[in-house]
């Protein structure tokens, strides 16, 4: 197991080296704040980490940011307490930690046994089953799996129904964007039109807005982003250029989503861009179709960064 010491900060009184570990089995996750699957993932990480303390494991999660307003300390503390964690967590903003166990993705596990040796590695949600019986064969104990509780942005996605990509908003690795006139202007402020329809897997702007690298920022109050998607569930990562509340509005198919909102709004679509983060915007409970998104800033300086979908 490659040294922690590379990390930027710990979450804990005390950081954890060698002496700290020695003997316990350890579970290191690489995650981010907004990453929907290390989300999905999370509850049987708390639940691991409780079910089998007692017996010698230990849970560390790694915070590597994806996007820049993720490498603040406090946001990330914020998500700590947002989601309940109470194993360690270390602050690795340099990528020093994620580059020492040459880790390429989000979320990441690394399981250790007590000689301090990599038995395994696993990337991206799923696989819990077979992960909990590696932990239980790593700490010799054998007895029932434990129950997880998912529920909120950490349910499991809904695979069977789930037929629309993950496309980022900025520049450098958008993708599926259309306008009306086929125009993107990078890093300028440009007013857009959406196309006349909008087929499923694309997304579009309207309003005055400044493609980034990493995300469209709104310049002008009453901006909208839309998407037409296939999911039981959409998210949007958003972040606020002045960490000043922005209330937004979330239309599905031109109506408020009634039944159909997601945590982070009502049934009338009314939500508040409060922390960067990942917003639930809609939760479809009666039959998954091809939906029209519309969500419209009503402050300028709103920050989007990815759709993703579940």
Request: with cysteine.
């Amino acid at each position: 197991m490659p040294a922690l010491d590379g990390a930027t900060e710990w979450l804990t009184p005390e950081p954890l080296g060698p002496a700290e570990l020695r003997g316990h089995v350890v579970l290191v996750n690489f995650w981010t704040l907004t990453c929907i699957n290390w989300l999905r993932q999370a509850p049987h990480l708390k639940a691991w980490a409780r079910a089998y303390c007692d017996d010698g494991l230990i849970v560390i999660g790694v915070h590597t940011p994806e996007f820049s307003f993720e490498h603040v300390p406090d946001r990330v503390r914020q998500a700590v307490v947002a989601r309940s964690i109470r194993y360690p967590v270390v602050i690795d903003n340099d990528f020093a930690v994620w580059g020492a166990f040459a880790n390429h993705y989000w979320p990441a596990l690394f399981f250790i046994d007590a000689d301090g040796v990599i038995r395994d590695e696993y990337y991206g949600e799923g696989r819990y089953e077979e992960s909990e019986r590696l932990i239980q064969r790593l700490l010799g104990v054998e007895r029932d799996l434990v129950a997880v509780e998912s529920v909120g942005v950490e349910a499991p996605a809904d695979w069977d129904h789930l037929r629309t990509p993950e496309p980022y908003l900025g520049y450098g690795r958008s993708e599926r964007f259309v306008t009306r006139d086929g125009h993107t202007a990078f890093d300028a402020r440009h007013a857009y039109e959406p196309p006349e329809r909008l087929d499923v897997n694309r997304w579009t702007l309207s309003g005055e807005w400044t493609i980034a690298g990493e995300a469209a920022v709104l310049e002008h109050a009453g901006g909208t982003i839309s998407c037409r998607f296939h999911a039981r569930d959409a998210h949007l990562v958003l972040a606020g250029g002045n960490d000043v509340p922005i209330p937004f509005r979330v239309l599905i198919d031109g109506d408020v989503p009634g039944l159909a909102h997601g945590v982070d709004v009502d049934e009338q679509g009314n939500g508040v861009l409060r922390e960067g983060r990942l917003y639930q915007l809609v939760r479809q409970r009666a039959q998954v179709e091809d939906r029209r998104l519309d969500v419209t800033f009503l402050d300028a300086r709103a920050e989007v960064y990815a759709f993703t979908y579940g």
